[in-house]
């Protein structure tokens, strides 16, 4: 289903089209069973908007042109790199929609907010940032302040390397992007209660703690924590960026269940 954040989008996208081609696509999209109750062009782009599986499936349909998604990138002042497939800018918009999704709910916390907020922000934090990374996509320079530091501990067999990056974001993502695909990961975080937490401190620095697994060709091969510093930005409309991260990543086998917060180091590193 869409999110807010699609919806949105798809319904601006799709007034560059006229109200025929609307219907038209209205109709394909829920099978033709609405076709006889579809008879406005508000009917029409409501039934596109609720009954789409998801954002790309709307995105790749052939009436959506490259023409349209640069018209729209252009409007809300997204940069685009020309020449452009339409591929690319498929998945332009769709990583534009994705950054303002995960902006606008986490900008309805203030950094005063009570524990139950700040764990839920830290929840949808956490689960943005590894469905960004598991995909490599979306995920570039601008979600890091210029001055953002990252450290980066690897534990196999018993020996750590530790990196740290400082005032390089760029570097920074593809430092990260790197770990991932050079050891074919995925990150499987614990989003509950006991994998994921958020924290304030009294400078307004947002604290997100979250640990889980490593998996490698459908088997797990370790466990990871995490820790993020997160900041508003008031030069991009107030939203989070990335001000500080630890990382620890440790091979291991025989993992048998999710970790928790507590068997980590996380808290220690926050106290």
Sequence with gaps: ????????????????????????????????????????????????????????????????????????LYKKNVSVDLPASKIDLV???????SIQYTHESTNTYSNTVDSGSINQLAEQFA?????????????????FYPDAKIQITMVNSGQATTEVIEGDPLQIVQRLLLLRMNF???????LSAGGVQGRVDPHGLVLVLVC?????????????EQVFGLVR????????????????????TGVTGLPTLESTNLLRLTS
Excluded at 34 to 60: H, P
């Design 91 to 97: 998945q332009k918009t769709a990583d534009f929609w």
């Design 212 to 224: 889980g697994t490593l998996h490698a060709q459908g088997a797990c091969v370790g466990i990871f």
């Design 184 to 190: 074919n990961l995925v990150f499987n975080p614990n």
């Design 1 to 72: 289903m869409l999110n807010g954040t699609s919806k949105a989008g798809i319904t601006e996208i799709l007034s560059f089209l006229d109200d025929n081609t609307v219907l038209s696509l209205a109709t394909t999209v829920t099978q033709g069973l609405l076709k006889n109750r579809l008879n406005t062009r508000e009917e029409a782009v409501n039934a596109v908007v609720n009954y789409s599986s998801d954002a790309l499936s709307v995105l790749r349909r052939k009436i959506i042109t490259k023409e349209i998604l640069l018209s729209y």
């Design 127 to 143: 689960q943005w940032f590894y469905t960004m990374l598991n995909k490599n996509e979306c995920m570039n320079h601008e979600h």
């Design 233 to 252: 930005d008031p030069q991009v409309s107030n939203n989070w960026k990335i001000k500080m991260s630890e990382i620890n990543l440790k091979s291991q």
